[in-house]
C-alpha cells in the first residue's frame, strides 16, 4: 500500500537532517520512503546522492531497509526504471556502504530474474561480487 504521507514534507529537508532527533527522523523518513509513491526515474539520482554520502552505519541500515522494502510494479515501464536505478548504483559501488551495496544486489538480482527468467546473472562476468549463499559478499 503506497500513500503519499510526506507530500507535505520537503524531501531534501528531511535526508539533510543532521543532528539528534532530526537525524533520527532522518533515518525513519528513509525507511517510511519505501512505502511512499514516486516515480524512480524521477528521484532516483538524489537517492543515489544520499547513499553516496551516507556517513554512518545507521543510516546506510536504513537505506538497506529502504531498498529491502521497495515495492516494484511488475510493469515493464517500472521494471526497466528500476532496473536502470540499480545498475547506476553498482556503477558506485566502491563508493556505497556494503550494507547498501547488499541490499541492491540482493534486489537486483531478484529484478533480473523476473525481467528475464531463462538468463540467470553471471556475477563474475559483469565484475559484481559473487553470490555465497543467501548473501552477497562484497569482494574488493
Known amino acids: 500500500m503506497k500513500s ?3 507530500s507535505g514534507l520537503s524531501l531534501e529537508a528531511l535526508l539533510n537532517s543532521q543532528e539528534g532527533k532530526e537525524q533520527e527522523l532522518k533515518y525513519t523518513s528513509i525507511k ?6 514516486f516515480s524512480i526515474a ?3 539520482r538524489i537517492f543515489l546522492e544520499r547513499m ?3 556517513k554512518n552505519e545507521n543510516e546506510a541500515k536504513a537505506w538497506s531497509y529502504f531498498i529491502h522494502l521497495l515495492e516494484i510494479d511488475n510493469q515493464a515501464e ?3 526504471s528500476f532496473k536502470d536505478f540499480f545498475e547506476e548504483i553498482l556503477e558506485q559501488r566502491f563508493a556505497l556502504n ?5 541490499a541492491v544486489l540482493e534486489r537486483y538480482n531478484a529484478l533480473i530474474k523476473t525481467i ?9 562476468t559483469l565484475g559484481l561480487p559473487l553470490n555465497q549463499g543467501d548473501h552477497f559478499i562484497p569482494t574488493i
Open 4 to 6: 503519499d504521507f510526506l
Open 32 to 37: 517510511l520512503l519505501a512505502f511512499t509513491s
Open 42 to 44: 524521477k528521484v532516483g
Open 52 to 54: 553516496r554520502s551516507c
Open 78 to 80: 517500472a521494471l526497466i
Open 98 to 102: 556494503p550494507a547498501i551495496l547488499e
Open 116 to 124: 528475464y527468467p531463462d538468463s540467470p546473472i553471471d556475477e563474475k
